[in-house]
């Protein structure tokens, strides 16, 4: 499966709200509602932020939020802070029983 | 606290192999799938393999069938992956995952290990 698609570069000014969008195909992400979301800073392991769509883990704040419309998943950050500074993958599950990651989106906060 | 430890990577050749390995703790691992999923340096991640709770289901990324097994040892607590007939492009660093749901392969990953690196290189 090719890599579901997302925007390189998404900025914001502190308090803005920002969006990044993941583009698949109806064998993933259009097909399931197994889409996550993680969020990566530099050097570090990836961290779950969204799963199934739009549900939270405890403890990931509630700016973060997950939305789908057909093939394309969003993951919306609320009141942008500096902290919100990193990579942002989303991931899907497939229609062929593997796994498959979006190109990663790297958020500045200006 | 659930804690997954990659160890296992370094520098090997081209044609090389190596077993990476991931010290599970925490949580029951029995209970849950486990995966792999790789960074080559500057790039994205890529999910590399997955295996279902019992060992007994295994999955791969075409880009490494045939080449990288996936297993674990349930009464180790430990995942393991066999990398063989290594590539350049196998450099990266591979990171274990949690599957989040028990008894269920793919869901998503709840945990992370903080990865370990594998250069490919004469």
């Known amino acids: 499966q090719s890599a579901l698609t997302q925007p390189a570069s998404v900025s914001g000014s502190p308090g803005q709200s920002i969006t990044i969008s993941c583009t698949g195909t109806s064998s993933y992400v259009g097909g399931y509602n197994f889409v996550s979301w993680y969020q990566q800073y530099p050097g570090k392991a990836p961290k779950l932020m969204i799963f199934d769509v739009r549900n939270r883990p405890s403890g990931v704040s509630d700016r973060f939020s997950g939305s789908k419309s057909g093939n394309t998943a969003s993951l919306t950050i609320s009141g942008l802070q500096a902290e919100d500074e990193a990579d942002y993958y989303c991931s899907s599950y497939t229609s062929s029983s593997t796994y498959v990651f979006g190109t990663g989106t790297k958020v500045t906060v200006l | ?122």
């Open chain 2, 1 to 122: 606290e659930v804690q997954l430890l990659e160890s296992g990577g370094g520098l090997v050749q081209p044609g090389g192999s190596l077993r990476l390995s991931c010290a599970a703790s925490g949580f029951s691992f029995t209970s849950y799938a486990m995966s792999w999923v790789r960074q080559a340096p500057g790039r994205g991640l890529e999910w590399v393999s997955t295996i279902s709770n019992t060992g007994g289901n295994t999955y791969y990324a075409d880009s490494v069938k045939g080449r990288l097994t996936i297993s674990r040892d349930n009464s180790k607590n430990t995942l393991y992956l066999q990398l063989n007939t290594l590539r350049a492009e196998d450099t990266a660093t591979y990171y274990c995952a949690k599957e989040g749901r028990i008894a269920v392969a793919w869901s998503y990953f709840d945990y992370w290990g903080q990865g370990t690196l594998v250069t490919v290189s004469s």
